[in-house]
């Protein structure tokens, strides 16, 4: 639902105010402790954010695809880790039930989701299935009043907190693609699953990953998401959603390091003057924030065209790709402009210079993004 504008200014003037005030003064004790704290989550329940596009009726906030970018733009003004504590909450843990769940699954579980009380994952990735998602090996067998799931997830974001899964797995055997996949609502608790332990990475501590293993696994077959077979176009269908969210993040991590190059320029003086004040500085500059203007009119446009219910596969996947590689550029050119600053850990430039990296992995590589664009525009004839 589009909130009136006032109502949308409250919001995202509460978000900035707490991004401002309560994260920033602890990237780096977060990316230290690769947690975040405890009172911080609460905080984050207390306003709503594990709920930004769960519908009212659950007790979520039900924004519309607009007014999500706009919350997550400004969410991006601090490192990524802490919109990871509930960006599957938001997207691509939930988005399924919202999208697909009946309404005896949505009253059981997206209360809880909305609330934060229930933490959700996402589980399509596999040891062999990457970007080749309609390959996954995870098998759901029926077997009376349950399907019976045996496999491994891998780099499961928020695997060790979940409460609820949402799986791909191969429920027909014998269709090779992505026609032979279901998707699954499946509790944490239910017997024979167990998570690894979370991964090291590049970045983002204080986000986490992880393996899931299913032995077993009795899910009853009223836990099944959509019907049987169409598991792997729940997956697109979030995905695309997910793109979007993504793309705002990376703006807002863009338009945060622009802040943070052109503060630094103005104090930094060499060769007796602000280096703000030298064009090849000022060209950087610029650069970056044509770049991060152009990624922000892309995704919002596109994000009003999701709202008007029109599909936007293309769309996603063109946002996604343009603004994960544009905040690449705009962290690298930060790091310069900081120069020797940039390198070392007391500016937090570093590190999300290594945040953003994953951008351009994760929920569909810029290859993927750049298929699937090819893809769409060849069947739309241009
Ligand atoms: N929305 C709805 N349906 C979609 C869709 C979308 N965005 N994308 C594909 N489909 C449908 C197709 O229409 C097709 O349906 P039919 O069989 O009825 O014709 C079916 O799904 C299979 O599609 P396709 O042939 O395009 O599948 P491919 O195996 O060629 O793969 C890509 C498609 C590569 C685009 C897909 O595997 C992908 O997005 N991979 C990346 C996955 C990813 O983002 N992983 C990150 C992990 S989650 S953090």
């Known amino acids: ?9 409250q919001l995202i003037d509460t978000v900035r105010r707490f991004v401002a005030e309560r994260l920033r003064p602890i990237e780096a004790q977060v990316a230290e402790n690769d947690a975040i ?3 911080i989550l609460a905080e984050m329940r207390a306003l709503g954010l594990y709920g930004l596009s769960i519908p009212e009726k659950y ?4 924004l519309s695809m607009e007014d999500e970018c706009l919350v997550g733009i400004e969410l991006g003004r601090t490192s990524p880790a802490f919109r990871s504590a509930f960006g599957t909450n938001v997207g691509i843990g939930a988005q399924g039930l919202v999208m697909f769940g009946t309404d005896a699954q949505k009253a059981k579980w ?7 009380e229930t933490i959700t994952s996402f589980a399509l990735t596999e040891p062999e299935a990457g970007s080749d998602s309609a390959a996954v090996r995870t098998t759901a067998r029926l077997d009376g009043e349950a399907y019976v799931l045996n496999g491994t997830k891998r780099y499961i974001t928020n695997a060790n907190k979940a409460g609820l899964f ?4 191969r429920s027909n055997l014998d269709i090779k693609g992505g026609g032979g996949v279901s998707a699954f609502l499946v509790p944490r608790e239910l017997p024979g699953l167990s998570v690894g332990k979370p991964e090291k990475k590049m970045g983002q501590q204080g986000a986490h990953i992880c393996d899931v293993i299913f032995e077993n ?3 009853p077959a009223e836990n099944r998401l959509g019907a049987e077979g169409e598991g792997f176009k729940v997956a697109m269908q979030v995905l695309d959603r997910g793109r979007l969210h993504i793309s705002s993040i990376c703006i807002g991590v863009a338009e945060r390091l622009l802040a943070d190059c052109v503060a630094y320029a103005g104090e930094r003086k060499q060769f007796g003057q602000a280096i703000a004040g030298f064009q090849l500085i000022q060209a950087m500059i610029a650069d970056s924030k044509t770049e991060a203007l152009a990624a922000r009119a892309l995704t919002l446009e596109s994000a009003r065209k999701r709202d008007r219910g029109e599909g ?3 769309e996603a996947a063109a946002a996604k790709y343009y603004a994960s590689e544009m905040v690449g550029r705009v962290a690298d050119r930060a790091v310069q402009i900081f120069g020797g600053a940039g390198y070392v850990a007391d500016y937090g430039i570093e590190r999300l210079y290594r945040d953003v990296r994953i951008f351009r992995i994760y929920e569909g590589t810029s290859q993927i993004q750049q298929v699937v664009i090819a893809r769409e525009t060849m069947k739309r004839g241009g």
């Open 37 to 39: 704290p405890d009172d």
């Open 110 to 116: 997206l209360p809880g989701i909305a609330s934060g």
């Open 166 to 169: 949402t799986v791909m797995a």
């Open 312 to 314: 936007v596969t293309l």
């Open 217 to 219: 696994v009795r899910v």
């Open 59 to 62: 007790g979520g906030l039900d």
């Open 1 to 9: 639902m589009a909130l009136d504008i006032d109502t949308r200014e």
